[in-house]
C-alpha cells in the first residue's frame, strides 16, 4: 500500500503563515484531504480535494498540490490553530483504500 | 446537521471481539460511504476500512482482514464495526467518519464529519 509522510513538528510566529507538506507517490493519482485535532476531540476535515474548504472553516486555511506533495498553508495563524494536523487519500496500489500520514504537530509561538 | 453518534466505551479482555455502533443523522444513511478509523494513545489515525450503507459491500485494509466485520442496520441509519480477537495493542479510540463522495459513484477517502469516538481499552 501507498503511504504518506508528514515532518513530525512545524511551529509558527503568531499570525504569520506557515505550511505544512505531505509527500507519497499516491498524491501523483489523487488529490489529499487534511484534518485538524485538537487534544481530546475528533479530527475535523479543513482541505479537500483541489483546495476545497467545508463550511465553517476560515479562509486562512488552503490547500494545494504539485507532483507528490500536498501542502497545507495556514496563512496569519492563531493560537487557535495549535493542533496536530493528518493529510490522507486514496491509495493508488490498485485498492479501494485510504491512507493517513503521519501527522504534523504545529505549534503557535 | 449532519452527526455521527458512537456508542460508549468498552473494556475487553484479550480475544474478545468488540462492536462498535455508528447512528448516522441529519443525511440520507444509504447516500454515503462509511468509514472506521482508529488512533491508539499518542498516536497517529490509522484506516481500517469502508462500508457501502446501500448494498453493505465492503472494504477492510490489509492489516485487519480475517478481525474485522463491517455491517449496517438501515432501519436505524447505524454502521457497526466489530474486531474480534482483540489484543492489547488494540487499545485505542475508533472513529467512523462519514465520505464526501456519494455512493457508488464516488469514494473519495475525504472524511466530512466524524463521530465523537469510542474509546476501547483491551486489558487482562
Known amino acids: 500500500s501507498s503511504e504518506l509522510t508528514q515532518d513530525p513538528a512545524v511551529s509558527v510566529a503568531l499570525g504569520q503563515t506557515v505550511r505544512i507538506t505531505c509527500q507519497g507517490d499516491s498524491l501523483r493519482s489523487y488529490y489529499a484531504s487534511w484534518y485538524q485535532q485538537k487534544p481530546g476531540q475528533a479530527p475535523v476535515l479543513v482541505i479537500y480535494?483541489?483546495?476545497n474548504r467545508p463550511s465553517g472553516i476560515p479562509d486562512r486555511f488552503s490547500g494545494s498540490s504539485s507532483g507528490n506533495t500536498a501542502s497545507l498553508t495556514i496563512t496569519g495563524a492563531q493560537a487557535e490553530d495549535e493542533a496536530d494536523y493528518y493529510c490522507?487519500?486514496?491509495?493508488?496500489?490498485?485498492?479501494?483504500?485510504?491512507?493517513f500520514g503521519g501527522g504534523t504537530k504545529l505549534t503557535v509561538l | 446537521q449532519v452527526q455521527l453518534v458512537q456508542s460508549g466505551a468498552e473494556v475487553k479482555k484479550p480475544g474478545a471481539s468488540v462492536k462498535v455502533s455508528c447512528k448516522a443523522s441529519g443525511y440520507t444513511f444509504t447516500g454515503y460511504y462509511m468509514h472506521w478509523v482508529r488512533q491508539a494513545p499518542g498516536q497517529g489515525l490509522e484506516w481500517m476500512g469502508w462500508?457501502?450503507?446501500?448494498?453493505?459491500?465492503?472494504n477492510y485494509a490489509q492489516k485487519f482482514q480475517g478481525r474485522v466485520t463491517m455491517t449496517r442496520d438501515t432501519s436505524i441509519s447505524t454502521a457497526y464495526m466489530e474486531l474480534s480477537r482483540l489484543r492489547s495493542d488494540d487499545t485505542a479510540v475508533y472513529y467512523c467518519?462519514?465520505?464526501?463522495?456519494?455512493?457508488?459513484?464516488?469514494?473519495?477517502?475525504?472524511?466530512?464529519?466524524w463521530g465523537q469516538g469510542t474509546l476501547v481499552t483491551v486489558s487482562s
Open positions: 462500508i457501502n450503507p446501500n448494498s453493505g459491500g465492503t
Open positions: 490522507n487519500s486514496r491509495d493508488s496500489s490498485g485498492n479501494p483504500d485510504v491512507v
Open positions: 467518519a462519514r465520505d464526501v463522495g456519494i455512493v457508488p459513484a464516488a469514494m473519495y477517502g475525504w472524511f466530512d464529519p
Open positions: 480535494g483541489k483546495n
